[in-house]
């Protein structure tokens, strides 16, 4: 059994982080007593460092309920207990969250090898009458999980040998998603964003694609399915790792580009992102007001206190804020009426309608309007024609964004059209 001495520092900092001796005698009673329970063990990779498992223990703790239980195996790997969990949907989506959460679990490993983070899961009550039973068997199936480039396993009643158990596994797309990570298959295409009247760059607004062999891919057919499977976090770090490294080329080149903004989901605003960005901008050395976030106002909000501390704290470092889509979301964003946002985005849809439907045109009008009596810039959206620009115009419209510019286009084009600009 592990001895005290054997767990890791911060581990025994933590008080709810339990020795394997306390893990097997509550594991003993929910056995016998039926109770139901989700056993998650993650799988960390044995070439992973003690400091960085202690800040993988520091990270998730605070998103494990008080009553549930974590404990730190001699091996290395991570069991949590997480009490009155009835349903396998219910522990893989607990699994999501906690490695949505944790950017530690998503930067660890390669999927496919002995590197990869994964999640095995059993579920009690189960057929399994021994406590050191049940952890084996969840050990087992991350490992299976890992060797077959699953994110997570649910072990089902049966054969002791694991690989011939009846195994419930992720989705074939979000396992895909993160070999196209590994593997560089995505890219960011870039829009250009002007003031209205000047004419002046106001940034360029980053946009995710995925090249699947000779077909790229919009956003609009992975994005849901990501952010179903709890992947949104990883998404969005690569987005935003990618967006301060190229703001830092375009310096290196002596082009200019304003900002850049990059769309995340408000369901993103949870976890570390703080700390996430602010090593981002220190890596790149990009400045805090060249990166604007915009969040997506369709999007509802689950943890809007967490949310709402996370834009100050970002906004604090003078990373700026966009509301995108307005007028089309959640109620919950009126909980976030204290954001420091600076600007908001008439959705494309009321721009395209606005020659022909009187509604959309009232409504553009009072955005702008809005807009300006608080202090908050207006972006249109989707502008085609002549005719829409001219009317945004004369409206008060600040900026505007669309094909009548330019579609979004390359890096290779983009940096063509900074150059340009720059003349």
């Known amino acids: 059994m592990l001895q005290r001495s054997s767990i890791s520092s911060v581990a025994q900092q ?38 960085t498992r202690d800040d993988i223990v520091r990270r998730i703790r605070p998103f494990v ?12 790997n991570l069991i949590v207990v997480l009490r009155d969990l009835g349903d396998k949907a219910s522990a893989i989506g607990a699994a999501q969250r906690l490695f949505q959460r944790c950017s530690l679990l998503q930067s660890i490993g390669v999927p496919g090898d002995d590197g990869f983070v994964s999640f095995g899961i059993v579920m009690l ?23 077959t480039h699953a994110r997570w396993v649910c072990w089902s009643n049966g054969p002791d040998d694991v690989d011939g158990v009846v195994l419930t596994r992720e989705d074939t797309l979000a396992t895909e998603v993160i070999q196209g990570l590994e593997r560089d298959e995505f890219e960011l295409y870039y829009q250009p964003q002007l003031e209205m009247g000047s004419g002046r760059l106001r940034g360029m607004e980053a946009l995710i694609r995925w090249r699947r062999g000779d077909r790229i891919v919009p956003p609009g057919d992975f994005i849901p399915a990501i952010e179903a499977a ?46 996430i ?44 804020f966009s509301l995108d889509d307005f007028g089309t979301g959640y109620s919950s964003f009126v909980r976030l009426k204290a954001a420091p946002f600076q600007a908001v985005k008439i959705e494309r849809q009321f721009v395209a309608n606005m020659m022909t439907d009187p509604y959309d045109m009232e409504m553009i009008r009072a955005v702008i309007e809005f807009g300006r009596k608080v202090n908050i810039a207006t972006i249109a959206e989707g502008v085609e024609t002549q005719e829409q620009y001219d009317i945004l115009c004369d409206m008060g419209c600040d900026a505007w964004q669309g094909f009548l ?16 600009a720059s003349v």
């Open 65 to 76: 309920r008080l009553d549930d239980l974590m404990c730190l195996l001699e091996d290395g």
């Open 230 to 275: 709890g992947l949104s976090a990883a998404l969005g770090s690569w987005v935003l790792r990618k967006a301060c490294e190229q703001i830092s080329s375009w310096r290196a080149q002596g082009l200019h580009c304003p900002r850049v903004a990059v769309n995340l989901s408000a369901a993103q605003l949870q976890g570390d992102l703080v700390d």
């Open 405 to 420: 510019c330019s579609r979004p286009m390359p890096l290779a084009d983009a940096t063509a059209f900074l150059r340009q």
């Open 277 to 320: 960005v602010w090593h981002m901008l220190a890596e790149y050395k990009t400045e805090a007001n060249q990166l604007e976030i915009e969040l997506t106002e369709s999007t509802e909000i689950a943890h809007p206190e967490e949310a709402l501390a996370i834009t100050g704290q970002l906004a604090e470092m003078g990373i700026s």
């Open 125 to 147: 009550p189960s057929d399994l009458s021994q406590p050191e039973h049940v952890i084996q068997r969840a050990e087992q199936a991350a490992r299976y999980a890992s060797r």
């Open 14 to 51: 933590l008080g709810a982080v339990t020795e394997r001796r306390a893990l097997l005698r509550e594991l003993s009673v929910l056995i016998e007593e039926r109770r139901r329970a989700a056993v998650l063990a993650v799988n960390i990779p044995q070439q992973t460092d003690a400091p």
